[in-house]
């Protein structure tokens, strides 16, 4: 990763998207709720107005995190098609014969098992390959080779 924007891939950019949606909505639902000082009773009370100001916070955060991710992407323009880089999407040939798509992406996400992390072996290996070409990485059962099959959306 250069320190400039990078692409992200239209999939990424829907769920982020879709996730700043949602944060809005939560963000609205929760000032909603948040009272002003004077009229806050007892000390649970001020626990619960804490609790609510302390979570805003956090949703404005990610907010302000996505929002910037958005704009960088967009600075940065579609991602790649001709060699692999962070936001291509990768057909991978494995040494067993198994073939994957993957996304190259930035930060690793809990829920999408086909995400590969630019920093991580395998992601370090792919990045600025060309379709044809065969990747060597470490895995925690030792080193493993890969061929870049396609690259695109």
């Not at 999408?112 to 059962?141: C, F, K, N, W």
Request: no cysteine.
């Amino acid at each position: 990763m250069t320190g400039d924007p990078e692409p992200i891939s239209a999939q990424a950019r829907r769920a982020l998207e879709q996730e700043l949606t949602d944060l809005r909505a939560e963000r609205r639902l929760v000032a909603g709720t948040l009272r002003d000082a004077a009229s806050v009773g007892d000390q649970a009370d001020q626990a619960d107005e804490l609790r609510r100001a302390d979570q805003l916070e956090r949703l404005d955060r990610r907010i302000e995190d996505i929002t910037v991710r958005l704009r960088q992407a967009a600075e940065a323009g579609p991602a790649p098609t001709d060699v692999v880089g962070v936001g291509s999407t990768v057909g991978v040939r494995f040494s067993d014969g198994a073939t994957e798509t993957l996304q190259i992406g930035e930060v690793a996400e809990a829920l999408d098992q086909m995400l590969v992390t630019a920093d991580s072996p395998l992601g370090r290996a792919l990045i600025g390959r060309r379709p044809g070409e065969t990747v060597h990485y470490d895995t925690p059962d030792g080193p493993a080779t890969a061929v870049v099959v396609s690259i695109g959306e």
